[in-house]
């Protein structure tokens, strides 16, 4: 029996990023891999997949419409979407074959299969055909790590098939640029690949079930990007819950009802192609778990101490499994700090300072408190903010939708939360980021020179304008 200091079940970012980390530190590692390749949901299916689709329909959206105001003069773009979903691919591929690299240089071996926990420290192994064979191994290790990531959730009722009504798995891989797209959900995922298609030509209507888009953004900042979007041309149905989808005929019939009883009328909206895009959920399905004594909590995840231990010894979980936002670099750092705790050093993750970007066109990027979170923790905040209409580098490129806003404890000036809307924000967050992980207070955001001319300029102008004293505004 194969034994190993330490093995991770899945190799998305969390997974790949714990065992390398846990090979630096001087262990035995071994991965469990279910699928024919490394990186996860976040680099075959989601996050590398559609940033490469959000790129190049911006180009084309900017060949279109952008360019003869610069003076470049290129006629009307036509779309070859074939290539495009071609670069995609390639993006892909490039990512995935960098995390085998990594795993053959920090000598982790890896085994293709799908991994369930038989006894404390002892994984089956039950590979597929598509990974050369149809046997079971088992492998034993001192500690195990599950970073099995999470799975698309499910609307009641609706059947994904992933060619008319698809997840997001199968919204990165349409064969044709739909007439009419519905979306349904208003978070991340369907306003990011909403605007993908949009883009392309899709009439794109967007159903969600509260009041307002982006759960969880501020709420300013959410209204804001609403209006943005709205004038691009994606329309949008709040407050309102997809109650059944006819898919019988030629074309897609939805049956729109207000989500609380008696606050409307019903409607009916008919789509070439429906996205369900409500959310995901932890992914545990045939781990074993019970058998070792790892619990769940209601919403299905794991779990875990302050080090990432769960009720089995031995046994650990980072990433979309466990509690906090799904996002990868949330999970990357998780993988980092368990594989430090194992290795007796201090690991840590700071759960306030965990930046969190839309990319959308412009992009929306938060790190921090917003201002609901405050008020409701009772904290008294000032709030500096400065639009990109009044930053010079914003106007000479015509990028000025958007604004920075920083919220800053009252007594103390430390910065407790930013967000801006914006072309590069999702770049311009880390500055944020890394002053919030030094407790800065918004008067040395101020105080440190920006380049001129730049967008993080915005920035310290925010921070000057938690004092008052903005100079270009």
Not at 107 to 122: D, N, W, Y
Not at 197 to 223: H, K, M, Q, S, T
Not at 393 to 401: G, L, S, Y
């Amino acid at each position: 029996m194969p034994t190993y200091d330490l093995i991770v079940i899945g190799s998305g970012p969390g997974g790949y990023v714990c065992a390398i980390r846990a090979a630096q530190l001087g262990m035995k590692v071994a991965v469990v891999e279910k699928e024919k390749t490394f990186g996860g949901t976040c680099l075959n299916i989601g996050c590398i997949p559609s940033k490469a689709m959000l790129h190049a329909s911006e180009r084309f959206d900017e060949a279109g419409h952008a360019f003869s105001k610069m003076g470049i003069k290129i006629g009307a773009p036509a779309l070859d979407l074939g290539a495009m979903l071609k670069f995609k691919d390639e993006a892909v591929d490039g990512n995935v074959k960098g995390v085998a690299f990594l795993f053959r240089k920090n000598k982790i071996e890896t085994h293709a299969g799908v991994g369930r926990i038989v006894a404390p420290g002892k994984v089956e192994v039950a590979a597929t055909n598509g990974a050369g064979g149809t046997g079971k191994t088992t492998i034993e290790a001192k500690a195990i790590v599950i970073a099995t990531g999470s799975d698309v959730a499910r609307l009641n009722g609706v059947a994904i098939d992933e060619k008319r009504i698809v997840s997001s798995t199968g919204a990165l891989s349409l064969p044709s640029v739909p007439k009419r797209l519905l979306v349904v959900g208003a978070g991340v995922i369907g306003l990011e690949l909403g605007s993908v298609w949009r883009r392309l030509g899709a009439e794109v209507v967007v159903v969600e079930f509260l009041d307002r888009i982006l759960p969880g953004i501020d709420n300013e900042v959410a209204r804001q990007t609403q209006r943005i979007l709205e004038r691009q041309g994606i329309s949008f149905r709040l407050a309102s819950k997809v109650a059944a989808l006819d898919s019988s005929g030629p074309v897609l019939k939805a049956k729109i009802e207000p989500a609380a009883d008696g606050a409307g009328t019903a409607a009916s909206v008919e789509a070439d192609i429906a996205l369900v895009a409500i959310g995901r959920v932890p992914y545990t399905e045939g781990l074993g778990l019970e058998t070792v004594g790892v619990k769940l909590d209601n919403r299905g995840r794991i779990p875990v101490d302050p080090h990432f231990a769960t009720s089995a010894p031995g046994i650990y979980a980072i990433g979309d499994v466990i509690a906090g936002p799904m996002l990868a670099h949330k999970a990357e750092d998780e993988g980092v700090a368990v594989a430090e705790i194992l290795a007796g050093k201090a690991g840590h993750v700071n759960y306030d300072v965990v930046p969190n970007v839309i990319y959308t066109s412009p992009e929306v990027a938060s790190v921090g408190k917003s201002e609901e979170e405050l008020k409701a923790a009772g904290i008294a905040y000032n709030v500096g903010k400065f639009p990109f209409t009044a930053n010079p580098r914003a106007r000479a490129n015509q990028q000025t939708e958007g604004f920075v806003k920083i919220l800053a404890d009252a007594k103390t000036d430390r910065v407790l939360g930013v967000h801006i809307v914006g072309s590069d924000a999702g770049n311009m967050i880390a500055e944020a980021a890394i002053a919030m992980e030094f407790g800065a207070a918004a008067e040395d955001i101020a105080r440190t020179c920006h380049a001129h001319p730049t967008l993080p300029e915005a920035v310290k102008e925010a921070a000057l304008a938690v004092g008052k004293r903005a100079i270009n505004m």
